[in-house]
């Protein structure tokens, strides 16, 4: 098992950018990460997975707004969250899982990170 901290939440307003580390407690270089989020009253959704390789993708709401990365070297996720909008409001968390046929199944989870979009 894998412990996963996330850090870099916060409030930030509509239209800004805001970045979102994970530190893993051990080697994650042959894991898909991921990044989840869950709004109140809503479902927890991925928003974003990259594989051990480095290929991603990106649910149609963030898409061409958040980038994931990652530093296996450093053990780190990222998550780039550019043209904030009041929506993307939530618990976001990192998460370490498997890419199988095409799809994304969470393991390890993270406690989360508070991101609040408002004025």
């Known amino acids: 098992q894998v412990q996963l901290v996330e850090s870099g939440g916060g409030l930030v307003q509509p239209g800004g950018s805001l970045r979102l580390s994970c530190a893993a407690s051990?080697?994650?270089?042959?894991?898909?990460m991921g990044w989840y989020r869950q709004a109140p009253g809503k479902q927890r959704e991925l928003v974003a997975s990259?594989?051990?390789?480095?290929?991603?993708n990106y649910a149609d709401s963030v898409k061409g707004r958040f980038t994931i990365s990652r530093d296996n070297a450093k053990r780190m996720v990222y998550l780039q969250m550019n043209s904030l909008k009041p929506e993307d409001t939530a618990v976001y968390y990192c998460?370490?899982?498997?890419?199988?046929?095409?799809?994304?199944?969470?393991?390890?989870w993270g406690q989360g990170t508070q991101v609040t979009v408002s004025s």
């Open positions: 998460n370490r899982g498997e890419h199988r046929g095409g799809f994304y199944y969470p393991r390890d």
């Open positions: 051990r080697i994650i270089f042959v894991a898909g």
């Open positions: 990259i594989t051990s390789s480095g290929i991603t």
